[in-house]
């Protein structure tokens, strides 16, 4: 696998667009199912009736299968017996068929990704507020806090470890989507697992390419880990 390769795989437009879709998707579905996960977190951190019961069934939608749940809402998205698609026009969001291109299908599985994996998003940050002693917030509301400053001189800095976990755990699994993709899209839309998959296993002819895609997709996680763990890790001294 020599130098050449990587050329070659620069200069393919299918990679290239596999490239640019990977990115988008796991930048806004990560983005979002952070500020999500957070607001489900601290809502679920909360006392409250039957907070138990409540815990259990937001994990719900992380229960089912990625093939399933990509199965489900592109029913759900059909133009004229869907839901969404039913929904999306009569309030004007949307004219037409909702994956009818291939920006419309980013949008539709990012959201779909979204409604999946908040959940377990919210429950690592759960596990993190759940070890942040109650006296820190009284002695910060004795200082004068408003709840705002607390949020942000005391719940972010405390919890970051777990959001750093939570991160790198939905940016590594939003990198090497593969499955939501090909389902919502009838194998349209494309990303780096796919490109892989095709160059491997289907087109012979881009063995190489689809094998040094492959070695691409390994080095840039572990580029987004390290990343990861160099400016948001946690520090230990």
């Known amino acids: 696998m020599?130098?050449?390769?990587?050329?070659e795989l620069a200069g393919d437009a299918d990679f290239r667009e596999a490239l640019?879709?990977?990115?988008?998707?796991?930048?806004?579905?990560?983005?979002?199912?952070?500020?999500f996960g957070m607001l489900v977190a601290l809502a679920l951190n909360r006392v409250f009736l039957a907070r138990g019961p409540v815990r259990a069934i937001?994990?719900?939608?992380?229960?089912?299968?990625?093939?399933?749940?990509?199965?489900?809402?592109?029913?759900m998205y059909q133009d004229e017996v869907g839901i969404m698609s039913y929904l999306a026009e009569r309030i004007?969001?949307?004219?037409?068929?909702?994956?009818?291109?291939?920006?419309?299908?980013?949008?539709?599985?990012?959201?779909?990704?979204?409604?999946?994996?908040?959940?377990?998003?919210?429950?690592?940050?759960?596990?993190?507020?759940?070890?942040?002693?109650?006296?820190?917030?009284?002695?910060?509301?004795?200082d004068g806090a408003s709840p705002w400053q607390q949020f942000w001189r005391v719940t972010l800095p405390l919890v970051k470890p777990a959001m750093v976990v939570a991160l790198l755990f939905r940016t590594l699994d939003a990198?090497?989507?593969?499955?939501?993709?090909?389902?919502?899209?009838n194998r349209e839309l494309k990303s780096l697992s796919t490109f892989v998959y095709e160059g491997v296993?289907?087109?012979?002819?881009?063995?190489?390419?689809?094998?040094?895609?492959?070695?691409?997709v390994f080095l840039s996680s572990l580029l987004i880990a390290a990343a990861y763990m160099k400016f948001l890790g946690a520090r230990t001294t």
Do not use: C
Not at 20 to 35: D, G, H, I, K, M
Not at 201 to 216: D, E, H, K, M, P
């Open 20 to 35: 640019v879709n990977t990115t988008v998707f796991t930048t806004v579905s990560v983005a979002l199912e952070l500020s």
């Open 2 to 7: 020599g130098v050449e390769n990587y050329a």
């Open 175 to 185: 990198w090497r989507i593969y499955d939501l993709f090909w389902v919502m899209s």
């Open 201 to 216: 296993r289907i087109s012979q002819l881009n063995f190489a390419v689809g094998n040094t895609a492959a070695v691409f």
């Open 92 to 142: 004007g969001l949307v004219s037409g068929p909702i994956l009818g291109n291939d920006t419309r299908l980013m949008v539709a599985a990012i959201v779909v990704d979204v409604w999946k994996t908040t959940p377990f998003m919210a429950i690592l940050l759960l596990a993190g507020l759940q070890v942040i002693s109650h006296d820190v917030y009284e002695v910060a509301r004795v």
């Open 58 to 75: 937001s994990l719900v939608p992380y229960a089912f299968p990625t093939v399933i749940s990509a199965a489900m809402w592109r029913l």
